[in-house]
């Protein structure tokens, strides 16, 4: 009996670590214009969800700049089309575009950055994608946040 005690103890405590970690989320990124995660999934319980991008890479932001931009998947091509005309001098997202629900700075190799998306952005039903707007990433560089 101990023994079966103990071990829905250490389950309840994996479960519980695992639990939390859904609102901490953690994706990486490189020179070869590749995310390391193709979905990330978050707890639906969080009041804030955080995604740090790790870019893992050598190349400077102006070479292979990496960010991680959050939008309803259906305003992908906008987001990314207004994002180029806006420039590097503005991690290549439209300042003030309304559709980006979240965005980390354009990073170069060695470089980290955290976003906090609110849950109160995210609607039930409706279909979240993140993507790297530095030119032409977009196209390759995608993935789903879900929320589970």
Known sequence: ???????LLIIGLALAGHAS???DL????????????????????????RVTLSHTGR???????????????????GVAQDGFAAGIEHDFVAPGDARVLAATPLLGGG???????????L?????????CTFPGSW????????LR
């Open 1 to 7: 009996m101990r023994m079966y005690a103990r071990r």
């Open 21 to 23: 970690a859904g609102c």
């Open 26 to 49: 953690s994706i990486e990124a490189g020179d070869a214009m590749q995310y390391s995660r193709n979905a990330l999934i978050a707890d639906a319980g969080c009041e804030r969800i």
């Open 59 to 77: 190349l400077s932001r102006d070479l292979v700049g990496q960010n991680w931009v959050l939008a309803r998947t259906a305003d992908i091509k």
């Open 111 to 121: 470089e980290r950055a955290t976003v906090e998306i609110p849950r109160s952005r």
């Open 123 to 131: 609607l039930p039903g409706e279909e979240y994608s993140y993507f």
């Open 139 to 146: 196209l390759v560089m995608r993935g789903r946040l879900r």
